[in-house]
């Protein structure tokens, strides 16, 4: 049974930088892919971006531009930044394995932009 | 604004059949599979169906999944209290090469 660790800082300032990790226990880290999503208080979900077991990385076009997916294989472990962010980024972010559908999936990390 | 549309609420009464829809373009469920996720109060999202019709090891049989052209559906049978819910579809997009998902439909079981 795999679970998702993630964690986080949870309040940021306009212009700063969001940084996620998720960690993932139970062995099955490689050959998966691993995404990024978010949903704002009270709205839907959004997604953000994936990175494949290759390295390849897929993101939102609309948030391309500020958003960077990585992973440390030997630490089974991906990450998220959200470079300049704006009070529109305030969200619960959730990070999630895709095997066919996204089968797994963290608690989520509210995410809050405030000055 | 999302890419894929979704009737934002339905309901019904316990024991009551119900369908969710979801619709798309020739570019995401016209051309890849759909997914649909339930989400519980205070919960991170649920995979409910994959590929279209499939539901995972744990799924009620209650839940199942169709497509027709650019459009697909949820139908769930035999309506519990708990099966108050969000449901959202999703799908792979050849245009933004990226995932969708539709902006969710609200279930009230009354």
């Known amino acids: 049974q795999v679970q998702i660790q993630q964690w986080g800082a949870g309040l940021l300032k306009p212009s700063e930088t969001l940084s996620l990790t998720c960690t993932v226990f139970?062995?099955?880290?490689?050959?998966?892919?691993w995404s990024w999503i978010r949903q704002p208080p009270g709205k839907g979900l959004e997604w953000i971006g994936e990175?494949?077991?290759?390295?390849?990385?897929n993101y939102n076009p609309s948030l391309e531009s500020r958003v960077t997916i990585s992973a440390d294989t030997s630490k089974e472990q991906f990450s998220l930044k959200v470079t300049s962010v704006t009070a529109a980024d305030t969200a619960l972010y959730y990070c999630?394995?895709?095997?066919?559908?996204?089968?797994?999936w963290g608690r989520g990390t509210l995410v809050t932009v405030s000055s | 604004q999302s890419v894929l549309t979704q009737a934002p609420s339905a309901s019904a009464t316990p024991g009551q059949s119900v369908t969710i829809s979801c619709s798309g373009s020739?570019?995401?469920?016209?051309?890849?599979?759909v997914y649909w996720y339930q989400q519980l109060p205070g919960t991170a999202p649920k995979l409910l169906i994959y590929?279209?019709?499939y539901r995972p090891s744990g799924v009620p049989d209650r839940f199942s999944g169709s497509k027709s052209g650019t459009s697909a559906s949820l139908a769930i049978s035999g309506l519990r209290s708990e099966d108050e819910a969000d449901y959202y579809c999703?799908?792979?997009?050849?245009?933004?090469?990226?995932?969708?998902f539709g902006g969710g439909t609200k279930l009230t079981v009354l």
């Open positions: 590929r279209n019709n």
């Open positions: 990175i494949h077991h290759s390295g390849n990385t």
């Open positions: 999703a799908a792979w997009d050849d245009s933004l090469s990226g995932r969708v």
């Open positions: 020739s570019s995401n469920i016209g051309s890849n599979y």
């Open positions: 139970g062995g099955s880290f490689s050959g998966y892919s």
């Open positions: 999630a394995r895709e095997d066919g559908g996204f089968s797994d």
